[in-house]
């Protein structure tokens, strides 16, 4: 029994960690994206955020 409870704590922790990262990267390509590409940078920022607020929107529909 104390080893499920280890293993339920570590998966646990791993997708904490992996969602944390997962969003950083994100914020850190929107940054990248939106300053460092002149005109169209903010409309391709805007247009992937979309992208990826509906897919994740799709998720958690799917999941209920």
Do not use: E, W, Y
Not at 2 to 12: H, K, M, R
Not at 13 to 37: E, H, M, P, W
């Amino acid at each position: 029994m104390p080893f499920l409870t280890v293993f339920l704590g570590v998966i646990s922790v791993q997708g904490a960690s992996a969602a944390v990262t997962d969003g950083i990267a994100l914020r850190t390509a929107k940054f990248i994206t939106g300053n460092f590409i002149p005109v169209l940078g903010r409309m391709f920022t805007d247009a992937t955020d979309t992208v990826i607020s509906a897919s994740v929107l799709l998720k958690k529909i799917q999941s209920d």
